[in-house]
Every structure is written in structure tokens, then in C-alpha cells.
């Protein structure tokens, strides 16, 4: 659509996207424009309009000509800006999102587009005026102040160690597509580690003329990433957009990258829908954090969304990480990405040498000890680390003993009250419950009536304080939810931390300790083997070139055989349990080899979505269930993939039909994630 040479005035009718949760009002609804509206009511700009006997917000999707309503239509009410916050390719990629997961355009957009901020607008420095979008002018190269690295992209640097990385360099840099999923070799030095090369990326990319956007976990990872930019573009080419920033800083940030000041951004999930300009690169890091899963309806990942903005916007995908998500593989598979990685050699190299605690000597040297949850090894390869630098302890579960179990039938200990998980909060508490916070003075199991405890799970504050006593004088530091360290420096030192709280060591950790592998690997979840592999390459990946990680506590299997995570990892072979684990889903129907929705509410309630939705004969459902501490139940929608679109479109129908009866007991609809 133009809008120049014109008033608006032949373009009265605004198309709405009101700002409901409804299912039944997920469209758009048509308003009168007035005359002194006509020439800034225009799509992506927010507005005021009346609806249901109230003003709400809105953003104006499309200008019409000629209404399809054929009665009188009310007036916008006024507009609340001027600046076309919704870019045509977000309006896109938040319908796709909406429709794939069964959900409303309104959800979507709360996501994608960061509330408005006066302030920020009127202070940061227009130019002139904000950047046209573009329906004004679809190939505008966009104001002057544009900056964007001019140097040709060097292969000789972060990419070196990869045959196909000058491929990809030279690829973004031509505007060619590059899509690939990059698996990235560990303990690398700082000029040559991930940020370095996500970084030479977006340099690559920018030299081209086009933009790019890379989507990290934390903070922590941004700080990292801000860092190699600045180095690799200089100041002023890039911005950080997080949900973390504050309003005004966050959207600043989003005008700068609307208004075509900048064409990089990074950030975390919050900047996965941000409008860059002529966007020819979309990355992101380590898929399987559960950072980039959102956890507001309709519950997209940011690979969802970074795909959508690509294939939308004509620009190559780079996914990035130590470990690989079944998700990811499945891309490869189809030929939607293409392999990136290290020649055998290098990457052999490369990798630390991994032990298995209580495997070969180890029994005949530790005895029981091979096995306990700080085994021999650890205790060896510890002290010898410490003789040159940090060594880093991860521990799955925080706190101090997060888990209690019966002393004389390990029977796991509940609370009397909600039968919830009893802990113990710290070495000068009694047990407590976990979800009541009531005490267990006088505990008596039920099965045996033993009043003893045990601990089942040892937590991060107690290892940290048995390490700390059996190293007498040397420095402990622990990293963890509610308090993160970012980086220790290369001094000895003991780092106890839980997954995805590691510090960065300056020169590498000497050595690794991966305790209680079991915990990681026995959870009731589908990806318990992915998720543990990826915590351990992650942590391992800190290490220096030539350190030991012991990884402890490893369950014994019947058979005596080598669980498939533990073999990746001592192999750091990610892309084989990738593909071996897409195989097994595909051979059991499960995300992402089949579409599946889980299903959330009320026993009636999912009954009627079920016959509204009126889904066919031959579409599995498996339960429903009952949810343990409610009166909700769980069930689970399965069928081919090929049927998805069709099967999200019938759920969505089926919420507007209740949406309109003004059902009220809610239905939590996901889809593609199968909950616990």
C-alpha cells in the first residue's frame, strides 16, 4: 500500500487488531477514519478505538477503500502514535505464530511489540522523521544513519577451524542463503570462541548491505556476545534488546532498530521479533535452553519465531550450539539446514578427555567410593586441577538437600499436610515441605514407619560445603538461581554451580566435575537425555584444552551397556545422539517427528473443546489424566505431521465456539510440547 502522493482520504476504512484475549474476536474489525486522522492512521501505528463499551488499544492492520461491514462504522478514536510500531513482516509472523499454535493474534502481538514509551520516543533522535515503512517504499535503504560494516568478511578468523565457514561467510556477505547448524568446538580461545564467530556472522552479513539478528539464552550470554560486536563492528552498530533493559531503554532500543538506525540487533528471547531492516541473517545459541521457550500462551520458541522472521524476510538461519536438539536436527534432516562443523581432527583436538567415574580401575581402586556423589576421581582430578586453575563442580538440583527419602526403605518423604516433597533448606533447619513450607518435626514413614531421613538429592550449597572442608583454604564460589556469577578469573579456586549458572573461566577450567548424573538423566520429561547431554557439553565446553571432566554418578544399566548421552558426550559426538533421538521419535510419534497438543483444564471443559473441535476418528488421544495437587486433568492430542495446521486450526475454532458461549473454565492449550 502507498501512502504517497495522498491524504488518506481515498483510504477511509482502518482494518483493527484489537487488543483482546478472546478466541471469538481473533480477527480484524473495520473502523471509520476521520479526516484529521487520514494521513497518520496508518498499518502499524497503535490506536484507540471503541469496543464492547470501552476504549482499548488496537494496531491498525491495513487501510481500505471500501468497507466489507455494510452498516455504519464507528470511528477511531485517536491514534496513539504515529510511529508503525508493526511492521507488515511482524504482522505476518505473529498470525503464523497464532495460527500454529492455536492461539490469538492479540497474545502474540503482547510478545512481540514492547509497550509504548513517550519518553523514549520524543528523547531518542528522529533524523528527521521516523523511517518510512515499508508500504511506503518497499526497497528504501533507509536514512543515512545507517551503519554497517564495510570490511569483507575474513574465513581466517572464529571460522577457521571450519571447512564450510569461508563458504558461509562469503555466502552472507553475496545476500545467498546460508541456513545451517553450526555445531561449535569447545575451549576455544576468546578470538575464536562462539560470540567471536556469531559475531564475524553478523559483520558478514552486514558488508552485504543486510541485517541481522542473533538471539542468545541470558544476560550473561548477551554481555559476551555485545562484547564480540563491538569488537568485530565497533560502537554504535548494533543494539541490545531484553525484556530485562526497563521500558524506556527497552524501547529505545526497538525505535532505533525501526527507524533503520541500526540493522544488528541482540538480545534474548524478548528481541527474537524484532523489525530489522532488510534482514539477511536470523541466529540464535544453544536451542535447547529453556530461556528460549516462552512462557506465555501461545508459548512459541524463538526457533519458531527466528524461522518465521526468515523465511518471511528472505534470510538465511544460523543455529548455533555445543549440543544439538532433536528440533535442529529435524531441520537438517529435511534439508533445511545444512551441516557446519570441525574436520574429525581438529575436533578431537579440541575436545576434553572425558572419565567416567567408576567405570574401569575405579572400582578396584575406590570401592564403594567409585560411585558416592563426590566418587575418587572427582576427588583426583580436582586436586590436580587446582594446582594450575578453577575447577568447575556442576550440580543438577540447587539448595542444600532438596530431596529426602526414608532412611530404612527409601521411600521418598512427603509432607502430611499437601503431600508435597520434604527438604532440607540448610544445615541449622529440620525438613520442611517444599511446596507448604510446613515443617516435619516428627516424621513417620508411611510404608515402613521409620522417623529417620536421608538424603536422596545433595544440592548445590551442600556439595559446595563438603568440597570447601575436604580443600581446607582454597576459594568457593557458588553460582545459582538467585545469584549468578558471570566470570572467575583463572586463579584456583573451586566454582560450584548448577546448569546454565556456570561462570566463564578467564584461561579455562582446569578440570570439570559433572556430578549426579542420574538426576539429570531420570526425569519424567521427554527430553531428560537431551537436556542432560546439553548441560554437560555446556559445561564442559568451559573447560581448557587438555582438562579432565569427570562426569559422576552415572546409573547403572541391566545390561551393562553405555547410556547413549553418556557415549555422546565421551565421544562429543552431539549430532549423533541428535539424529538418534529424532529416529527413536519418529518411531514412537513424538515432537518434533509428530504434532501433538497437549490439552489442560477441566474434565468437562476438555470434553466440549474435544466435540467442538471435532477433530477425526483416526486422531490418537491419550488420556486424560489426572494433575496431581488440582482437580484439572491432562490430555494428549497426537497425529501425523502433515495434519497439524489442520488440527490447530480445528482447536482454535473449537476456543472461539467457547469463547462466544462464554465458557469460564479455561483450557491451556499447547502445541508440540508434551507436558509431564
Given at each position: 500500500?502507498?501512502?504517497?502522493?495522498?491524504?488518506?482520504?481515498?483510504?477511509?476504512?482502518?482494518?483493527?487488531?484489537?487488543?483482546?484475549?478472546?478466541?471469538?474476536?481473533?480477527?480484524?474489525?473495520?473502523?471509520?477514519?476521520?479526516?484529521?486522522?487520514?494521513?497518520?492512521?496508518?498499518?502499524?501505528?497503535?490506536?484507540?478505538?471503541?469496543?464492547?463499551?470501552?476504549?482499548?488499544?488496537?494496531?491498525?492492520?491495513?487501510?481500505?477503500?471500501?468497507?466489507?461491514h455494510?452498516?455504519?462504522?464507528?470511528?477511531?478514536?485517536?491514534?496513539?502514535?504515529?510511529?508503525?510500531?508493526?511492521?507488515?513482516?511482524?504482522?505476518?509472523?505473529?498470525?503464523?505464530?497464532a495460527?500454529?499454535?492455536?492461539g490469538?493474534?492479540?497474545?502474540?502481538?503482547?510478545?512481540a511489540?514492547?509497550?509504548?514509551?513517550?519518553?523514549?520516543?520524543?528523547?531518542?533522535?528522529?533524523?528527521?522523521?521516523?523511517?518510512?515503512?515499508?508500504?511506503?517504499?518497499?526497497?528504501?535503504?533507509?536514512?543515512?544513519?545507517?551503519?554497517?560494516?564495510?570490511?569483507?568478511?575474513?574465513?581466517?578468523?572464529?571460522?577457521?577451524?571450519?571447512?564450510?565457514?569461508?563458504?558461509?561467510?562469503?555466502?552472507?556477505?553475496?545476500?545467498?542463503?546460508?541456513?545451517?547448524?553450526?555445531?561449535?568446538?569447545?575451549?576455544?580461545?576468546?578470538?575464536?570462541?562462539?560470540?567471536?564467530?556469531?559475531?564475524?556472522?553478523?559483520?558478514?552479513?552486514?558488508?552485504?548491505?543486510?541485517?541481522?539478528?542473533?538471539?542468545?539464552?541470558?544476560?550473561?550470554?548477551?554481555?559476551?556476545?555485545?562484547?564480540?560486536?563491538h569488537?568485530?563492528?565497533?560502537?554504535?552498530?548494533?543494539?541490545?534488546?531484553?525484556?530485562?533493559?526497563?521500558?524506556?531503554?527497552?524501547?529505545?532500543?526497538?525505535?532505533?532498530?525501526?527507524?533503520?538506525?541500526?540493522?544488528?540487533?541482540?538480545?534474548?528471547?524478548?528481541?527474537?521479533?524484532?523489525?530489522?531492516?532488510?534482514?539477511g541473517?536470523?541466529?540464535?545459541?544453544?536451542?535447547?535452553?529453556?530461556?528460549?521457550?516462552?512462557?506465555?500462551?501461545?508459548?512459541?520458541?524463538?526457533?519458531?519465531?527466528?524461522?518465521?522472521?526468515?523465511?518471511?524476510?528472505?534470510?538465511?538461519?544460523?543455529?548455533?550450539?555445543?549440543?544439538?536438539?532433536?528440533?535442529?536436527?529435524?531441520?537438517?534432516?529435511?534439508?533445511?539446514?545444512?551441516?557446519?562443523?570441525?574436520?574429525?581432527?581438529?575436533?578431537?583436538?579440541?575436545?576434553?578427555?572425558?572419565?567416567?567415574?567408576?567405570?574401569?580401575?575405579?572400582?578396584?581402586?575406590?570401592?564403594?567410593?567409585?560411585?558416592?556423589?563426590?566418587?575418587?576421581?572427582?576427588?583426583?582430578?580436582a586436586?590436580?586441577?587446582?594446582?594450575?586453575?578453577?575447577?568447575?563442580?556442576?550440580?543438577?538440583?540447587?539448595?542444600?538437600?532438596?530431596?529426602?527419602?526414608?532412611?530404612?526403605?527409601?521411600?521418598?518423604?512427603?509432607?502430611?499436610?499437601?503431600?508435597?516433597?520434604l527438604?532440607?533448606?540448610?544445615?541449622?533447619?529440620?525438613?520442611?515441605?517444599?511446596?507448604?513450607?510446613?515443617?516435619?518435626?516428627?516424621?513417620?514413614?508411611?510404608?515402613?514407619?521409620?522417623?529417620?531421613?536421608?538424603?536422596?538429592?545433595?544440592?548445590?550449597?551442600?556439595?559446595?560445603?563438603?568440597?570447601?572442608?575436604?580443600?581446607?583454604?582454597?576459594?568457593?564460589?557458588?553460582?545459582?538461581?538467585?545469584h549468578?556469577?558471570?566470570?572467575?578469573?583463572d586463579?584456583?579456586?573451586?566454582?560450584?554451580?548448577?546448569?546454565?549458572?556456570?561462570?566463564?573461566?578467564?584461561g579455562?577450567?582446569a578440570?570439570?566435575?559433572?556430578?549426579?548424573?542420574?538426576?539429570?538423566?531420570?526425569?519424567?520429561?521427554?527430553?531428560?537425555?537431551?537436556?542432560?547431554?546439553?548441560?554437560?557439553?555446556?559445561?564442559?565446553?568451559?573447560?581448557?584444552?587438555?582438562?579432565?571432566?569427570?562426569?559422576?554418578?552415572?546409573?547403572?544399566?541391566?545390561?551393562?551397556?553405555?547410556?547413549?548421552?553418556?557415549?555422546?558426550?565421551?565421544?562429543?559426538a552431539?549430532?549423533?545422539?541428535?539424529?538418534?533421538?529424532?529416529?527413536?521419535?519418529?518411531?514412537?510419534?513424538?515432537?518434533?517427528?509428530?504434532?501433538?497438543?497437549?490439552?489442560?483444564?477441566?474434565?468437562?471443559?476438555?470434553?466440549?473443546?474435544?466435540?467442538?473441535?471435532?477433530?477425526?476418528?483416526?486422531?490418537?488421544?491419550?488420556g486424560?489424566?489426572?494433575?496431581?495437587?488440582?482437580?484439572?486433568?491432562?490430555?494428549?492430542?497426537?497425529?501425523?505431521?502433515?495434519?497439524?495446521?489442520?488440527?490447530?486450526?480445528?482447536?482454535?475454532?473449537?476456543?472461539?465456539?467457547?469463547?462466544?458461549?462464554?465458557?469460564?473454565?479455561?483450557?491451556?492449550?499447547?502445541?508440540?510440547?508434551?507436558?509431564?
Amino acid at each position: 500500500m502507498d501512502r504517497e502522493g495522498g491524504d488518506g482520504s481515498d483510504l477511509p476504512v482502518a482494518v483493527v487488531a484489537v487488543d483482546t484475549p478472546l478466541p471469538h474476536l481473533d480477527r480484524g474489525f473495520e473502523y471509520a477514519v476521520p479526516a484529521e486522522l487520514a494521513a497518520i492512521a496508518w498499518p502499524g501505528v497503535r490506536v484507540k478505538v471503541r469496543f464492547s463499551g470501552r476504549d482499548v488499544d488496537g494496531f491498525v492492520l491495513e487501510r481500505r477503500a471500501v468497507a466489507e461491514h455494510s452498516g455504519p462504522l464507528a470511528p477511531l478514536r485517536r491514534v496513539v502514535s504515529p510511529e508503525p510500531v508493526l511492521t507488515p513482516r511482524i504482522a505476518a509472523v505473529a498470525r503464523r505464530l497464532a495460527d500454529r499454535h492455536a492461539g490469538t493474534l492479540s497474545d502474540v502481538l503482547r510478545l512481540a511489540v514492547p509497550p509504548r514509551h513517550a519518553r523514549a520516543e520524543k528523547a531518542l533522535d528522529v533524523r528527521g522523521a521516523p523511517a518510512a515503512p515499508s508500504w511506503a517504499a518497499a526497497e528504501d535503504p533507509g536514512p543515512a544513519a545507517v551503519q554497517d560494516a564495510a570490511a569483507a568478511p575474513d574465513p581466517s578468523g572464529a571460522w577457521a577451524d571450519y571447512p564450510a565457514g569461508g563458504s558461509l561467510l562469503r555466502r552472507l556477505a553475496e545476500g545467498s542463503d546460508a541456513s545451517a547448524a553450526w555445531s561449535a568446538l569447545p575451549g576455544q580461545p576468546l578470538e575464536r570462541d562462539w560470540p567471536a564467530a556469531l559475531a564475524a556472522a553478523a559483520a558478514a552479513c552486514l558488508s552485504g548491505g543486510r541485517g541481522a539478528l542473533l538471539v542468545v539464552p541470558d544476560a550473561r550470554d548477551v554481555a559476551r556476545l555485545d562484547r564480540a560486536l563491538h569488537a568485530a563492528l565497533g560502537p554504535e552498530a548494533h543494539v541490545v534488546l531484553t525484556a530485562a533493559q526497563g521500558p524506556q531503554a527497552r524501547y529505545t532500543a526497538w525505535l532505533r532498530v525501526l527507524r533503520r538506525h541500526v540493522r544488528c540487533v541482540v538480545g534474548t528471547r524478548a528481541a527474537a521479533f524484532a523489525p530489522v531492516a532488510d534482514l539477511g541473517l536470523v541466529a540464535w545459541w544453544d536451542d535447547g535452553d529453556d530461556s528460549h521457550a516462552e512462557p506465555h500462551a501461545p508459548y512459541p520458541h524463538v526457533r519458531e519465531v527466528l524461522l518465521a522472521q526468515a523465511e518471511l524476510g528472505g534470510a538465511s538461519v544460523l543455529a548455533g550450539g555445543f549440543a544439538r536438539t532433536a528440533a535442529v536436527q529435524a531441520l537438517v534432516t529435511a534439508g533445511r539446514l545444512k551441516e557446519i562443523g570441525a574436520e574429525p581432527g581438529a575436533r578431537r583436538a579440541a575436545a576434553p578427555r572425558v572419565h567416567v567415574a567408576g567405570e574401569g580401575l575405579d572400582e578396584e581402586r575406590d570401592g564403594p567410593a567409585a560411585r558416592a556423589h563426590l566418587p575418587g576421581a572427582a576427588w583426583r582430578a580436582a586436586r590436580s586441577g587446582l594446582a594450575s586453575g578453577p575447577v568447575l563442580v556442576q550440580v543438577p538440583r540447587r539448595g542444600y538437600l532438596p530431596a529426602l527419602s526414608c532412611a530404612t526403605c527409601r521411600t521418598p518423604a512427603r509432607c502430611l499436610h499437601c503431600a508435597g516433597p520434604l527438604a532440607l533448606p540448610g544445615p541449622e533447619r529440620g525438613a520442611a515441605c517444599r511446596w507448604c513450607g510446613a515443617t516435619a518435626a516428627h516424621f513417620a514413614c508411611p510404608e515402613c514407619g521409620g522417623h529417620r531421613l536421608r538424603s536422596t538429592v545433595v544440592g548445590a550449597r551442600r556439595t559446595a560445603e563438603e568440597i570447601g572442608r575436604a580443600f581446607p583454604g582454597v576459594p568457593v564460589t557458588t553460582s545459582g538461581a538467585g545469584h549468578v556469577v558471570a566470570e572467575v578469573s583463572d586463579e584456583p579456586g573451586l566454582v560450584v554451580a548448577t546448569p546454565g549458572a556456570e561462570p566463564v573461566a578467564g584461561g579455562g577450567y582446569a578440570a570439570v566435575l559433572l556430578l549426579d548424573a542420574w538426576a539429570s538423566l531420570d526425569r519424567p520429561v521427554l527430553d531428560a537425555g537431551e537436556e542432560a547431554l546439553r548441560r554437560w557439553l555446556d559445561a564442559a565446553a568451559l573447560a581448557r584444552p587438555g582438562a579432565t571432566i569427570v562426569l559422576a554418578g552415572v546409573p547403572q544399566t541391566a545390561a551393562g551397556t553405555t547410556l547413549p548421552a553418556v557415549e555422546a558426550l565421551v565421544r562429543w559426538a552431539p549430532e549423533w545422539f541428535a539424529g538418534r533421538e529424532l529416529a527413536e521419535r519418529a518411531a514412537l510419534r513424538l515432537p518434533p517427528a509428530a504434532w501433538v497438543a497437549s490439552l489442560r483444564g477441566s474434565r468437562r471443559g476438555l470434553r466440549d473443546l474435544l466435540a467442538a473441535a471435532g477433530l477425526p476418528e483416526d486422531v490418537e488421544r491419550l488420556g486424560p489424566l489426572p494433575v496431581p495437587g488440582s482437580d484439572l486433568v491432562h490430555l494428549l492430542v497426537r497425529a501425523p505431521i502433515e495434519q497439524g495446521p489442520t488440527l490447530a486450526a480445528a482447536l482454535a475454532a473449537a476456543r472461539a465456539i467457547r469463547s462466544a458461549r462464554k465458557e469460564q473454565d479455561h483450557i491451556q492449550v499447547k502445541i508440540g510440547i508434551v507436558d509431564a
